[in-house]
């Protein structure tokens, strides 16, 4: 229990800086990255960034407890410079890095990094994606509630590939299946879905 309390403090600590270093040039942000990356992680800039994504959690992550806080960081670390170099592959590492950490049972729903998660996929739609990585997104949108960008991403899939339009009427079906007060929420009304519904079927 202390172990994650001060895992939580730590994320909190550096969660709340990632706007300014979102802020700070590509200069002054290749000025700052060793220490950030020391001061959170414990580990030398270098080092981490030449190890693959696997390699990576094994590394920063304490199994027995779950706690993916270090190397989600490296995560979160990543995509920002991936962000600011316009770099593909690091944005797309950054988010294998989250993806792997899925599938080693962390929670993103309720986790601190849930944001972090969702900005990574949000750039990565941003790319000509494979369908197969598209479908993730939409997959883990969906997961999360964020059935908006869901929506794009299913339909996006269904319109370059008939495939998918099964997957994107069940969509519709799911979301009709929601509270009045869930869809409202998320800037749909019911009618918008029954419509769409119905030009899919014709």
């Known amino acids: 229990m202390i172990k994650n309390d001060l895992s939580d403090k730590i994320v909190?600590?550096?969660?709340?800086?990632?706007?300014?270093?979102e802020d700070m040039d590509l200069e002054d942000f290749r000025n700052n990255i060793i220490e950030i990356y020391k001061q959170y992680t414990g580990f030398n800039y270098d080092l981490l960034k030449s190890l693959p994504s696997q390699e990576l959690i094994n590394l920063l992550t304490n199994e027995r407890i779950k706690d993916f806080s270090r190397v989600l960081i490296v995560s979160t670390l990543l995509f920002i410079?991936?962000?600011?170099?316009?770099n593909y592959a690091k944005i797309?590492?950054?988010?294998?890095?989250?993806?792997?950490s899925l599938d080693r049972d962390f929670d993103v729903k309720d986790s601190q990094f849930k944001g972090e998660f969702i900005k990574i996929m949000d750039a990565l739609r941003e790319y000509e994606l494979p369908d197969e990585l598209q479908h993730k997104l939409f997959t883990y949108y969906?997961?999360?509630?964020?059935?908006?960008k869901a929506e794009d991403a299913i339909y996006e899939l269904a319109e370059n590939n008939s495939h998918y339009t099964s997957e994107l009427i069940d969509f519709y079906s799911y979301l009709l299946a929601?509270?009045?007060?869930?869809?409202?929420?998320?800037?749909?009304?019911?009618?918008?879905?029954?419509e769409q519904l119905s030009e899919i079927n014709n």
Do not use: C, H
């Open 12 to 21: 909190a600590d550096f969660l709340m800086k990632v706007p300014n270093i």
């Open 81 to 86: 410079e991936g962000i600011k170099e316009e």
């Open 92 to 100: 797309n590492k950054s988010y294998e890095i989250f993806e792997l």
């Open 142 to 148: 969906k997961d999360l509630n964020e059935y908006v």
């Open 178 to 194: 929601l509270d009045d007060e869930i869809l409202e929420a998320n800037d749909f009304t019911r009618e918008e879905i029954q």
